[in-house]
């Protein structure tokens, strides 16, 4: 790790606030230089590692990580926080949206990376064996891209392990979220978020969503600000008393991406945070003659995660998210097989798409059923790769 120093900053690894840049070990790494804050009390203690700009749009998590640096003083601090404000380097002042534009991954959807990989794996790698090695939690801010605006939420993934479990939600659980995802067991040995390939290794991270179309409001930078500072209470950096919760924190354990069935201009019925149930219509397609040519339905009954804001979507691009509510813990518990026999990341329900019946038979098909049929088998995966968007 090579590091550069600010003049206003202590030496790297002493007390006080250290400012600068560092470069990782990996020399495929070395063209870039990360910022870096890192505050160090006099008291040792837990490690906090806090980042944004893996999405460079998702600017309120940015400014979050940047007022933060403010809010942790030295002498009264146990431990460390460190932050890096901007992760996705390559992207700056590039204004890419989702990707690292040098491999065209998604970070996010890259850990827990790979050091023999693509320069997003390589990264993601880094992250969590070079930076965050020793950290007791990693909290990876996010929400609101170019095009898309997204609920309060936070996001932990399950684990076997019931310890680390009840750790990762107990620190998803100090946001004043609308939401609280706990990513099914299932998602743990494909690449995935940071709280999915810190888990597939026994640690901790968890992600706060918050934003909408690359604006820095202050709703949504106050909710990372508080989360984070409540997530350092949680682990005893600081001792002062956490935010009041205003925000009802349902505990959501499924994550249903819906992908746009058709070329058309989205008309949204429903906003994050609204409950919807199965089969509602959330919106329809239309084409530029504002005729309607297919209507998104609800595939379960839950809350809106996000939804894409620009109108004109493709045919198999996300369009909206749907967290569902976690069932009651007495009803859980019987059915913990089942759960864990889970293994299909439901990316697109194929039922929740109705097409008008004009639109069937020009596509040769008369049976809705077997149209959908056909929609899913297409498939997210391969309309659209996870990678190319957040989440
Ligand atoms: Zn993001």
Same mark, same amino acid.
Request: negative net charge.
């Given at each position: 790790?090579?590091?550069?120093?600010?003049s206003?900053?202590?030496?790297?690894g002493?007390?006080?606030?250290f400012?600068?840049?560092?470069?990782?070990a990996d020399?495929r790494?070395?063209?870039?230089?990360?910022p !870096?804050c890192e505050?160090?009390?006099?008291r040792? $203690?837990?490690?906090?590692?806090?980042s =944004?700009g893996?999405?460079?749009?998702?600017v309120? =998590?940015?400014?979050a990580a940047?007022?933060?640096?403010?809010?942790f003083?030295?002498r009264?601090?146990?431990?460390s926080v460190?932050?890096?404000? /901007?992760?996705n380097?390559p992207?700056?002042?590039k204004?890419?949206e989702?990707?690292?534009?040098?491999?065209?991954k998604?970070?996010?959807f890259?850990f827990?990376?790979?050091?023999n990989?693509?320069f997003?794996?390589? /990264?993601?790698d880094?992250i969590?064996?070079?930076?965050?090695v020793? =950290?007791?939690?990693y909290?990876?801010?996010? +929400?609101g891209?170019?095009?898309?605006?997204?609920?309060?939420?936070?996001i932990?993934?399950?684990?076997?392990?019931?310890?680390l479990d009840?750790?990762?939600?107990r620190?998803a659980?100090?946001f004043?979220a609308e939401l609280?995802?706990g990513?099914?067991?299932?998602?743990?040995?494909?690449?995935?978020?940071?709280?999915?390939?810190?888990?597939?290794?026994?640690?901790?991270a968890i992600?706060?969503?918050a934003g =909408?179309?690359g !604006?820095v409001?202050?709703?949504s930078v106050q909710?990372? #600000?508080?989360g984070?500072?409540n997530?350092a209470?949680?682990?005893?950096?600081?001792d002062?008393p956490?935010t009041?919760?205003?925000?009802?924190? #349902?505990?959501?354990?499924?994550?249903i991406?819906?992908a746009?069935?058709?070329?058309g201009?989205?008309y949204?019925?429903v906003e994050? @945070?609204?409950?919807?149930h199965?089969?509602?219509?959330?919106? &329809?397609?239309c084409? /530029?003659f504002?005729? &309607?040519?297919a209507e998104i339905a609800?595939?379960?009954t839950?809350?809106?995660?996000?939804?894409?804001t620009?109108p004109?979507?493709?045919? @198999?691009?996300?369009?909206?998210?749907?967290?569902?509510e976690?069932r009651a813990?007495s009803?859980?518990? $019987?059915?913990?097989r089942?759960q864990?026999s889970q293994?299909?990341?439901r990316?697109?329900h194929?039922t929740?798409?109705?097409?008008?019946p004009?639109?069937?038979?020009k596509? +040769?098909?008369?049976?809705?059923?077997?149209?959908?049929?056909s929609?899913?088998?297409?498939?997210?995966?391969?309309?659209?790769?996870?990678g190319?968007?957040?989440?």
């Open positions: 790790m090579k590091i550069t120093a600010s206003n900053s202590v030496a790297y002493e007390p006080g606030i400012r600068g840049h560092f470069s990782f020399p790494l070395s063209g870039y230089m990360w !870096l505050i160090r009390g006099d040792d $203690g837990p490690r906090l590692c806090i =944004a893996v999405h460079v749009n998702e309120a =998590a940015i400014e940047v007022r933060l640096q403010k809010l003083d030295p009264k601090i146990q431990g460190s932050i890096i404000p /901007l992760v380097q992207a700056l002042y204004y890419s989702y990707v690292c534009p040098l491999d065209g998604n970070i996010n890259s827990p990376g790979d050091p990989g693509s997003s794996e390589i /990264l993601c880094a969590m064996n070079e930076w965050c020793g =950290a007791d939690c909290v990876d801010m996010h +929400g891209d170019l095009r898309e605006n997204v609920s309060k939420f936070t932990f993934q399950h684990t076997d392990d019931p310890v009840e750790r990762a939600r620190m659980m100090c004043d609280v995802v990513l099914p067991v299932a998602h743990i040995p494909k690449p995935g978020r940071p709280p999915t390939g810190f888990a597939s290794k026994n640690r901790l992600m706060s969503e =909408a179309n !604006l409001d202050e709703a909710f990372h #600000v508080d984070v500072l997530v209470r949680a682990l005893g950096i600081l002062t956490s009041e919760f205003q925000r009802a924190r #349902v505990p959501c354990d499924d994550y991406w819906v746009c069935p058709t070329d201009e989205f949204s019925e994050p @945070g609204d409950r919807i199965k089969d509602q219509r959330l919106g &329809t397609i084409d /530029l504002g005729e &309607t040519v609800a595939p379960e839950g809350f809106l995660l996000w939804r894409i620009h004109s979507i493709p045919n @198999g691009s996300p369009v909206l998210a749907i967290a569902v976690e813990a009803q859980r518990k $019987g059915d913990i089942t864990q293994t299909t990341i990316p697109w194929g929740n798409v109705r097409f008008k004009e639109l069937l038979q596509k +040769g098909n008369t049976d809705e059923n077997h149209n959908d049929y929609i899913t088998h297409r498939g997210f995966v391969a309309c659209c790769p996870v190319t968007r957040q989440g």
